[in-house]
């Protein structure tokens, strides 16, 4: 830590730092990740300076930066701070976002633990922003003219086709012939209701 402290001091002129410093940074948030205090220390050391944003590329250093702003309660910090990174592990980066909304939903409600419905509830209302998805959030609807085509089957022949109808109508709409039998059991459910 202290040789990290010395390093950053040197260098805090030069823009970008020196690739060694900011390897020291991620090997030293990979070891501290048990010890809260001495990652504060070192999360409020990369925060302050200039070169703040070299070090945003470094997965580790973005992961101890947004943990420690959570535990501190400042999860819009911790939003912003995953906004602006670039980190390359964009996988990591969304479940972290999503980590962000969950305590921030458990801390508002006073729970210990959220259920996967919750979670998910949680994922709709919260998207992570384009930045750390930019092939979009997947949508797991279908198209426009798949429902229209589905719905018109509904309506015209029945809700309930059987296997021979569901595959043709799978090869027309281009889905599996599972999604089609999920599809048309779904109808029926909300046509009940």
């Known amino acids: 830590m202290k040789r990290f402290m010395a ?13 060694r410093l900011l390897d020291l940074a991620g090997q030293l948030c990979q070891d ?24 945003l590329t470094n997965i580790h250093v973005v992961r101890a930066c947004v943990l420690v702003h959570i535990r501190k309660g400042q999860h819009d910090t911790a939003c912003r701070l995953l906004e602006l990174c670039r980190a390359e592990e964009k996988e990591e980066l969304v479940q972290l976002w999503h980590e962000i909304h969950y305590r921030r ?5 006073h729970r210990d633990f959220l259920t996967p419905v919750q979670k998910f509830r949680c994922r709709k209302r919260n998207p992570p922003p384009i930045s750390l998805c930019p092939e979009g959030v997947k949508n797991r609807k279908y198209s426009v003219e798949v429902r229209q085509q589905l719905c ?15 595959e043709g ?9 599972a999604q089609v039998y999920n599809w048309f059991a779904n109808y029926r459910r909300h046509q009940k209701s």
């Open 7 to 19: 390093m950053l001091n040197r260098n805090k002129t030069k823009d970008p730092p020196p690739s």
């Open 105 to 109: 939903f458990m801390e508002k409600h």
């Open 32 to 55: 501290l990740q048990g010890s809260s205090p001495s990652l504060e220390k070192l999360v409020g050391a990369v925060m302050r300076c200039r070169q703040k944003m070299h070090f």
């Open 169 to 177: 109508l799978a090869q027309d709409t281009n889905l599996q012939p």
């Open 152 to 166: 018109r089957f509904a309506a015209e022949v029945t809700t309930n086709p059987n296997k021979k109808q569901r």
